[in-house]
């Protein structure tokens, strides 16, 4: 990721900021500058919201063949959370063995690094899931 | 009018290797190594992980137990031997993360294993001047030991975040006192991927003359002595160099032990001693005194005598360090090898 983007994405990254439409009340995720349902009518309208991080799996895939950059932590889980506000977001799940990974799973947002641009370049933070703490096996077995 | 912790928080990686699996590896007796060292395991960070996650982390699980304004923060120093940049600051990333950007300064410090307490200083000056009305002084570190060195079996990783401040305080810090000298003890070059030491040369003239040195001053300035504290935690290396500082200076084993994470999770560095701290105030009830002295090589000391008050009892539940260090998984060395960036990979 280029660092501009990233730079930009900074607010939504590291604290999950959405946006809420003024007109009619929909959260998102990441943030828009326009509503997809009421379009023009929320122009001007679109609020910055902090998500809580906490939210629920909805559906997840574990990645075993993955981009060189993640080499060092495959297989990793993958999947889609319904945060508790509603909105919905991708994130790697961790701290917890794939084969424990179940929908409906309790999860909450940690702080994580994501990538970075080369041996030289920038160093690229933001959330990632884990269970939420006291869910499925002991961890000390997990 | 005295500053003190308003909170405190703290984070350690999930994973765990013991002595006995890297001694394996490098054909010693590990078992006997990690009695030797007074440790059981030593904490990993993930391939995703860092001082600047860790740090991250602890400043969060600080502030989750009070109700403070991210916003009324004016300070971050996070102190660290391994921040992941050589140039541009964890402590920014940290202050974006918590929301406590953008009218206050942030810097990272480094003094080996005290920049952490060193932080602590700089945040009581900075409130009692009334120049910010809450600091964040923040210990955190991913050290490493060179494969096979005597380093390996210790050097991990965690950190803990302590909010400074006046006002609804859960501790006082009532004296602090620093002891510093220049002693070539442990250090690493820039460029350099492992620290070096100058192996028995850092027992006597280093880490004992300056953590007895500065604990001595602290009880002369608080004309105090080593019964009138209910805890005590010195840094801690490994398992017996606090043990034997403390017993030497007249403290009783019950006073280490809440303080003594060092036995199941190594050598956090620059965590420490606050990683001590916390798990003591995760504990403490009000009243109870706590004597502290971290210890950086190079060399210095920085020493603390706190008591807490009855506001511990309003901090908001949390994860305790206990419960969090519960949650643990065990790696090979081989995979511990791969997390630490021990291996060559094609392209490096």
């Known amino acids: 990721m280029a660092t501009p983007r990233f730079w930009r994405e900074i607010p939504s990254r590291y604290n999950l900021i959405g946006t809420k439409c003024g007109s009619c009340g929909t959260l998102d995720f990441p943030p828009r500058a326009v509503c997809p349902k009421c379009g023009r009518k929320s122009v001007g309208k679109m609020m910055k919201q902090k998500l809580s991080g906490i939210g629920t799996i909805i559906s997840y895939t574990i990645v075993y063949d993955a981009p060189s950059s993640f080499d060092l932590l495959k297989p990793y889980v993958l999947a889609v959370i319904e945060l508790k506000e509603g909105a919905r977001l991708t994130s790697q799940i961790i701290n917890v ?41 002991s961890p000390a077995t997990a | 009018m005295v500053a003190g912790i308003v909170s405190y928080g703290g984070y350690v990686p999930r994973y765990r290797i013991t002595p006995k699996e890297i001694g394996n590896v490098w054909g010693v007796d590990g078992e006997a190594m990690g009695r030797s060292l007074g440790i059981t395991a030593k904490s990993v960070p993930s391939p995703d992980e860092d001082v600047i996650t860790i740090s991250v982390e602890a400043a969060r699980a600080c502030l989750r137990k009070v109700d403070v304004a991210p916003t009324d923060i004016g300070a971050i120093y996070v102190g660290s031997e391994s921040h992941p940049y050589a140039v541009k600051p964890t402590a920014t990333v940290v202050a ?68 400074i401040g006046k006002e609804n305080l859960i501790a006082e810090i009532n004296h602090t006192v620093s002891y510093t000298t220049d002693t070539p003890d442990f250090w690493r070059r820039e460029g350099q991927q492992y620290p070096s030491h100058g192996g028995r040369f850092t027992g006597e003239p280093a880490y004992f003359k300056h953590v007895m040195s500065c604990a001595k001053l602290l ?23 606090p043990v034997k500082v403390g017993r030497t200076l007249g403290f009783e084993d019950k006073q280490l032990d809440a303080g003594m994470l060092v036995r199941s999770i190594g050598n956090t560095y620059s965590g420490a001693v606050l990683l001590g701290l916390c798990s003591i105030l995760d504990r403490a009830v009000p009243g109870d005194r706590i004597f502290m002295v971290g210890y950086g090589s190079g060399a210095g000391s920085d020493a603390f005598d706190i008591t807490v008050t009855s506001n511990i009892k309003k901090l908001k539940h949390a994860e305790t360090i206990e419960e969090m260090t519960r949650d643990a998984k065990f790696l090979d060395y081989g995979t511990y090898a791969k997390f630490r960036g021990k291996l060559r990979m094609r392209g490096d």
């Open chain 1, 97 to 137: 063995e794939p084969g424990d990974v179940k929908i409906g799973m309790r999860v909450e947002a940690v702080f994580r690094k994501l990538g970075q641009e080369g041996e030289a370049g920038i160093l690229q933070y933001g959330y990632k899931f884990k269970p939420v703490t006291g869910q499925g096996k």
């Open chain 2, 96 to 163: 974006e993360a918590i929301g406590s950007t953008p009218v206050m300064t942030a810097a990272d410090f480094e003094f080996a294993c005290k920049a952490g307490t060193a932080a602590i200083q700089a945040c009581m000056g900075l409130t009692l001047s009334d120049m910010i009305k809450y600091g964040m002084a923040v210990g955190s570190d991913t050290s490493q030991g060179a494969p096979g060195d005597a380093l390996e079996f210790s050097a991990s990783a965690g950190g803990a975040a302590l909010l």
């Open chain 2, 219 to 241: 009880m002369e300035k608080a004309k105090s002595k080593p019964e009138d504290y209910n805890y005590a935690v010195f840094h801690q290396p490994n398992g017996k160099f």
